[in-house]
């Protein structure tokens, strides 16, 4: 029913970590196939794998760049995600409800599962958590969403996230601009009128295309995954992701 793809152990502490995380997952009664990726054998081949031994269940052991990579390889399958974090990162704090790796084992037994939104570059690149692009000082920039359009310089740093389901009743992202610039054209919003994006600003919106004069890399956990200029929107299928009880549905 599960199949495990660890983050390859670094290190006696890292090994000791996780000889008790399979101990634990045997203790109950959880425990499936274990994998991890290795050269020639990646962690896209690994979903191949278990989407091919029916595998109802794909669990992520490590950071939030595992995570993301299994997420945009699961996205057209039938299977739910489970994560067993690795490190104190509050983005998978955010998603599952606990950074403990005891707790999301524990978590992972009773499967309980939402629903969770994938931002989608130009239709292809999907994304979990925060999307970044960089514009360098004095470099041009459009965003343009249906309520909205904002032309400015840099530096400045965007990042666009998916909203959970519970978070908004319909598909949307929020939009973080962080600028130590004004705008030159400034904010203009059909519903709102004329604004002014500050230091740091947050919108909610269904989509957005940015645009910009050079190509810059668009970043997620780390990983180039995409560059600028882009069409984002999300993911119509998403994911079905293993949380805590303290997420709401």
Known sequence: MYYYIFEPPQGPKE????AQIKDLLSQLGIAGEMAAPQPGRSIE????????KRYSTIVTVGGIDLINRVARAIVSHDVVLGIIPLSDDPDIGELIGTTDWRVAAEQLKRRRWQHIQLGSMNGMGCFLTAATVQVPAGKEFGIKTPDFELNSEGPTLISITPLRQSETPVAGLDLCIQTEQKPKTGLLSFFKGKQEVHETSHFTVTELSLTTTEAYPIMVAGENISETSVDITTETKGIRLIVGKGISN
């Open 45 to 52: 081949d690994l979903v191949k794998v278990a989407i091919a």
């Open 15 to 18: 090994y000791e970590r996780t």
